[in-house]
């Protein structure tokens, strides 16, 4: 079964529109940690924010914030006043503190922004 | 800063030959995490070392094999290799291999199988 989903494959904004990726999970376990990670057309994975399932607090870094609501398992990302240079595909993803687990991370789907001039 | 490095970049082989990756973590992290990213998918795992041990293991074929050596720079094998094969494989080190642990991603290698 699919433990991170990002329901939108592909979202298309123009330049200095905000949006906002969706990331649901599933989980057992009550530890366990988010991460959102950024893929450019360059192919590297870099990593964003890593946020842990006692921490509710929303997080703003610059233009980029963080929902997380443990309440309908969600962790979402918004852009303000999105740029080109954020076009690229985002993935969210999960690790969980279970053994049987291990410290493997699991992905979601991905969601390609592109950002249009 | 110090990031992940992964050689090589690119790597074009023939059906049935064998590849080696490299990998070369952050300095002073002891744990490196090997993915595979197929074409319009998202990574998945494979295996995983913490000092020098195997600690984790996924989807990984029987045809593969990985080790970490004693400097902390790990190697994927691959042999027999199909088609299939063809993917974006990341390499990713922490310090530290608990679940809480912000996985670093080097820029990968790209395999291609003709």
């Known amino acids: 079964a699919q433990k991170v989903t990002q329901a939108q494959t592909e979202i298309s904004v123009v330049e200095k529109e905000d949006v906002t990726l969706d990331c649901v999970y599933e989980?057992?376990?009550?530890?366990?940690?988010l991460f959102w990670y950024k893929q450019p057309p360059s192919g590297e994975l870099v990593f964003l924010i890593r946020?842990?399932?006692?921490?509710?607090q929303n997080e703003i870094s610059g233009r980029y914030s963080w929902n997380f609501q443990k309440s309908t398992s969600s962790f979402n990302f918004t852009i303000t006043a999105s740029q080109v240079v954020d076009s690229a595909v985002y993935f969210c993803?999960?690790?969980?503190?279970?053994?049987?687990?291990?410290?493997?991370?699991?992905f979601g789907g991905g969601t390609r922004l592109m950002v249009k001039p | 800063a110090a990031g992940v490095i992964q050689s090589p970049r690119h790597l074009i082989k023939e059906k049935r030959e064998t590849a080696t990756l490299k990998c070369y973590p952050i300095?002073?992290?002891?744990?490196v995490y090997w993915y595979q990213q197929g074409p319009g998918q998202d990574p998945q795992f494979l295996i995983s070392?913490?000092?020098?041990?195997q600690s984790d293991k996924g989807s990984i074929p029987d045809r593969f094999s990985a080790q970490q050596f004693s400097d902390y720079h790990s190697e994927l094998n691959m042999s027999s290799l199909e088609l299939g094969d063809s993917a974006l494989y990341f390499c990713?080190?922490?310090w530290g291999a608990g679940y809480q642990e912000t996985q670093y991603f080097g820029p990968g290698t790209r395999l291609l199988v003709l």
């Open positions: 990713a080190s922490s």
């Open positions: 989980t057992r376990d009550t530890t366990y940690y």
């Open positions: 946020r842990n399932s006692f921490d509710e």
């Open positions: 993803a999960l690790s969980e503190a279970d053994n049987n687990a291990g410290n493997m991370l699991t």
């Open positions: 300095p002073r992290h002891d744990t």
């Open positions: 070392f913490y000092e020098k041990m």
